[in-house]
DNA sequence: TACGTGATGTCAGTCGCTGACATCAGCTGC
DNA sequence: GCAGCTGATGTCAGCGACTGACATCACGTA
């Protein structure tokens, strides 16, 4: 153990989305956000590279999680095969819905936080067709899948923080990624 | 007439451009384009909201272009008709190559520039599918038709600002939604 | 000719963010 | 046990983005 309280990432990100929501995102100084957190907006940067990245700290989790489900899947998968892989592998890290859902209404709140949260998504986008490449998925098929499944992630979380809480994610993304291959059918 | 030179927004996009180009977008100061276009920071803000937005101060134009093409097109036209009439618009807009290319190259090179222009494209995205809605497409078809069509620009655009110069923007996005087709019919 | 108007300048202030340096508890080697 | 190293934090000074309030001033108009 350190000398100080240890742990401080974790309360900076607890306490800027307390205040996040209470007070909206820019009415929220850094220095309050380490104020709350017990330590000073100096050390809110060495964690956070600026005042939005705070609320998406688990993106690299997020992403290192998907990518390592896409070369789990068994060579012989098809493409979408293992993305639906990598997509099973995110609804089992996103389990806490409350958490999702708070999270989810203070970036929809905010158009920086939405351009951040789009640039994440691009990168999500991104990582899973470099893995389908290197799956040797040649390329116009890679990107496709690749941002099919992220229209599916997008379009299911959504729905998942919205709806009753009777589903967990990895249900409501296989549901929507049955509709859409419904749809593409027809 | 008014007492000072006139086209003081005009001046501040050319200045901007030039500088970002000159020194990259972080290195330049909203007083240094200030300086350039012969006006004060102050003034700059009272143009663009802030100093990213200068670049993308023609997406409105952009969006109402298409908006306006996409209802000019006959009623009887499919969904994809529709957005490809949409995209020729485009093109009839989108004619300064080296322009666009410039644009780009500052774009590319700066992550903070590409969060404004997911956004953008994003914008874009809504806006043509809540036009196809309005046109009669119901839901998962209109957003899909709509994300689809700025898929095409997308890449149809990359495609233009780095390819030799031999063709213009519309017959570059017309040949890109041509394979499009081919993918997905296969 | 006085007055209103609109684009601009000036000024002061807040806040995000950074670099440089100081501090200090614990660990390590002796 | 002591000296020194280390790493997380604090402190401080500073830059630059952005904003609100108020002044200015050429032009049009009554």
């Known amino acids: 153990m350190g000398r100080w309280e240890p742990g401080a990432g974790g309360r900076l990100r607890e306490a800027a989305l307390e ?20 330590v000073t907006a100096r050390t809110f940067f060495r964690y956070f ?25 068994p060579e012989s998968a098809s493409a979408m095969t293992a993305v639906r892989a990598a997509l099973d592998a995110v609804g ?11 999270r989810q209404s203070v970036i929809v709140a905010n158009a920086e936080l939405q351009e951040r949260e789009l640039i994440k998504m691009a990168s999500l986008s991104r990582a899973l067709s470099d893995g ?15 941002e099919t499944g992220i229209a599916v992630f ?18 409501v993304m296989r549901e929507s990624l049955d509709q859409l291959r419904a749809i593409t059918a027809g």
Chains 1, 2 share one sequence.
Not at 49 to 70: C, H, N
Not at 92 to 102: K, M, N, Q, Y
Not at 133 to 143: L, T
Not at 154 to 169: G, I, K, M, Q, Y
Request: net charge negative; proline share 2%; glycine share 6%.
């Open 19 to 38: 205040l996040y929501l209470e007070q909206g995102f820019e009415q929220t100084t850094v220095a309050e956000i380490g104020e709350r957190a017990g």
């Open 92 to 102: 089992r890290v996103l389990t806490d819905r409350e958490h999702s859902a708070r």
């Open 154 to 171: 997008r379009v299911a979380f959504e729905r998942w923080v919205t709806e009753p809480a009777d589903r967990d994610l990895a249900q």
């Open 49 to 73: 590279a600026d005042k939005r990245e705070v609320l998406f700290a688990g993106s690299e989790v997020l992403q290192d999680t998907m990518i390592a489900a896409l070369e789990g899947a």
């Open 132 to 146: 389908l490449r290197r799956r040797g998925v040649s390329d116009p098929q890679a990107s496709l899948a690749a």
